[in-house]
Every structure is written in C-alpha cells, then in structure tokens.
C-alpha cells in the first residue's frame, strides 16, 4: 500500500515557466509534509517543508500548497532554471516523536532553455 | 560545518557476501534513520536509532539486515549473505533532536550485488 502517492513521473519544462508536482496522502496521522531535491549521486535535501495549520506555505521561488480536507499537498517551482533539474520527492511523517518519513516515488524535472 | 558522511560510497559484493556500510551522522545529532532506495524509487525506511537506542527496526526487510550504534554517534548496517535484490542506493540521515526536526541526508552507498 503506497501511503504518498506522487505524480507526475517526469516532468519537462521551459526555463521561466512553472513547474508543478502533485501528491496525495493517505494516512490522516501525517502532519508534516516536507519536499526534497535529489540530485544523481547525492542525498535528497530539505527543499521546503509544511505544517496542516497553514494552506500554503512559499520560500523564494518554491510554494507548497496544501489541503488537509483532500489529502492532497503540491509543490510549485516558479520561473523555473535548468539549475533546477533534478527529481524531487515529496515525503509525510507523523510529529509524535521523531518518525521515519514515508517519501513518494520521486518526479524527475527537466527544464529547458 | 560537516554534513552527513558514508561510507564506501560504492560496493560491488558477490553474492552471499556479507558487507558493512558506515554512517558518521552530523556531530551531536541525537536522532539516526537509514533508508534504503531502489533505482528509480523513493527511499523507504529501514530502521531508526535514538542515541545508541534502536526504537524502531520494523523496515528491516529481513533477518540478513543489521543496523547498530553502539556509542549513539557512529552507525553501521550490515547485511549478511547479500542477495542481488539487496541492491541499492543505502541512504542514513540525522536530525539534531528527538522531535520532528529536518532529517539531513548523506550521500549514500551504492551496493551492487552479483
């Protein structure tokens, strides 16, 4: 059972224009919702991440919107740069204690000139 | 100051070989996870630490796998009589508390088993 389901797969983009990824949650346990940028042969880094307390939540180019009612969570990258190619995982964690993330498949972004 | 360190970076193990990957987690950092990630896929957990305390071992996918943290800094996964679908990128992050607190990823330790 895939409690973080991600979408798209892959993802290709102009430089300058918005890319958008998608995820739902199954477990109304999660409460914290953060997102992280893997590059090939690195770890993932903390991107941005969100609390169910605040709807949207924006860090420069990069906003998470969030809707507890549907259990849905998504990221936006504005005026996106081919610097930002890499694939990004969203991930859910319960906040009693410090719990194990449950990630998403990954989305692998292209941008392009 | 220093992130998250593994090491190998890379191993190649024949099959029914046993290995041995190392995490040095940022120093002073309480919490230690280690996660295991397929090709094309997210990590999934394996097993959790807090301190030298292991709290949570439920993502061990079998009795080959062994993770320890003896003195609640170093850690070490071992995975006994590798078999091919062991292979994987093999990723620890560390958090500063014991609360929810970012978790800081190493590089990981590509294990190719054949």
């Known amino acids: 059972q895939q409690q973080v389901k991600q979408s798209p797969q892959s993802l290709i983009v102009q430089k300058g224009g918005i890319s958008i990824i998608n995820c739902a949650y199954e477990?109304?346990?999660?409460?914290?919702f953060p997102w992280y940028q893997q590059f090939p042969g690195k770890g993932p880094a903390l991107l941005i991440a969100i609390r169910p307390d605040v709807s949207e939540k924006k860090e420069g180019r990069f906003t998470i919107s969030f809707n507890k009612s549907a259990k849905q969570f998504s990221l936006h990258i504005m005026d996106s740069q081919p610097g930002d190619s890499a694939t990004y995982f969203c991930?859910?964690?319960?906040?009693?204690?410090?719990?194990?993330?449950?990630f998403g498949k990954g989305t692998r972004l292209s941008v392009i000139a | 100051g220093a992130g998250v360190s593994q090491s190998p970076r890379y191993k190649v193990a024949k099959r029914g070989q046993d290995v041995a990957l190392r995490c040095d987690p940022i120093s002073g950092h309480v919490s230690l996870f280690w996660y295991q990630q397929a090709l094309g896929q997210g990590p999934e957990f394996l097993t959790y630490?807090?301190?030298?305390?292991?709290?949570?071992k439920s993502g061990l996918p079998s009795d080959r796998f062994f993770a320890e943290r003896p003195e609640g800094s170093v850690s070490t996964l071992k995975i006994q009589r590798t078999q091919q679908e062991d292979s994987a990128v093999y990723l620890c992050a560390s958090s500063r508390t014991s609360s929810q607190e970012t978790q800081y990823f190493g590089p990981g330790t590509r294990l190719l088993v054949l």
């Open positions: 991930a859910a964690s319960k906040e009693s204690g410090n719990t194990p993330l449950v």
């Open positions: 477990n109304t346990a999660f409460d914290y």
């Open positions: 630490f807090q301190n030298e305390a292991q709290l949570d």
